[in-house]
């Protein structure tokens, strides 16, 4: 069974620092990895998705990596902003689950201006 | 990219009566989701809503508590059924799109008094 693990649970820094947020996988047999953003009580928002045969993806001041072999992703965020202040969720799609997505349990960033 | 219309957004409702949240897509999807998130923690997923046949729900789920529908390729809904304290979540719809991409509405907070 997947299981996705995300550390830290909860980040605090200063605006216009770099960050970088982890995420872990122990089934390496995946369609992809999703990053979202989630705000209080809303939805997600996709922010990256990065596909089974690729290493990273960027999107702007974001940057995704992905190594599969050893079961990990991690988020870099450059030059962090108040708007950044959200939960970071990693989703990974399984091989052996379908088109079910494995969620993380989130990591919450608070940038303080 | 899909852009999923969810409504209501939020509501307050009184226990053992249902409530019904609507999931609109701009295009048509094979795959649709149900997810639950339940305070301070990640999602997980109810059920997978099938057109044209009974929905396929995740262990721990069952039809009469959650009965879905999915009456076309661009819509669903999920009744939350006989509603206690414990229902109190923010319940998601999700689009698998391009049978890659997962994109999701923007939520429905739902509180049972």
């Known amino acids: 069974k997947q299981e996705v693990t995300q550390i830290p649970a909860a980040l605090s820094v200063p605006e216009g620092e770099n960050l970088v947020l982890n995420c872990s996988f122990t089934d390496s047999a995946i369609y992809n990895l999703q990053w979202f953003r989630q705000d209080p009580g809303k939805g997600l928002t996709s922010l990256l998705l990065i596909q089974s045969s690729q290493r990273e993806q960027t999107s702007g001041r974001l940057n995704a990596s992905l190594d599969k072999s050893s079961g990990r992703s991690t988020l870099y965020i450059a030059a962090s902003q108040p708007g950044d202040s959200a939960t970071y969720l990693c989703a990974v799609r399984g091989k052996t689950s379908g088109s079910r997505l494995t969620f993380g349990e989130g990591t919450q960033l608070t940038v303080n201006p | 990219s899909a852009v999923i219309s969810q409504k209501p957004s939020r509501d307050i409702c009184q226990r053992g009566t249902s409530l019904t949240i609507q999931c609109q897509v701009d295009s048509q999807v094979t795959m649709m989701f149900w997810y639950r998130q339940q305070p301070g923690q990640s999602l997980t997923l109810i059920a997978t809503?099938?057109?044209?046949?009974?929905?396929?729900?995740e262990s721990g789920f069952v039809i009469d508590k959650f009965p879905i529908s999915r009456p076309n390729l661009t819509f669903s809904t999920l009744t939350v059924s006989n509603m206690s304290p414990e229902d109190s979540s923010i319940y998601l719809c999700?689009?698998?799109?391009?049978?890659?991409?997962?994109?999701f509405g923007q939520g429905t907070r739902l509180t049972v008094v």
């Open positions: 809503a099938n057109q044209g046949s009974e929905a396929t729900y």
């Open positions: 999700s689009v698998l799109w391009s049978n890659t991409e997962a994109f």
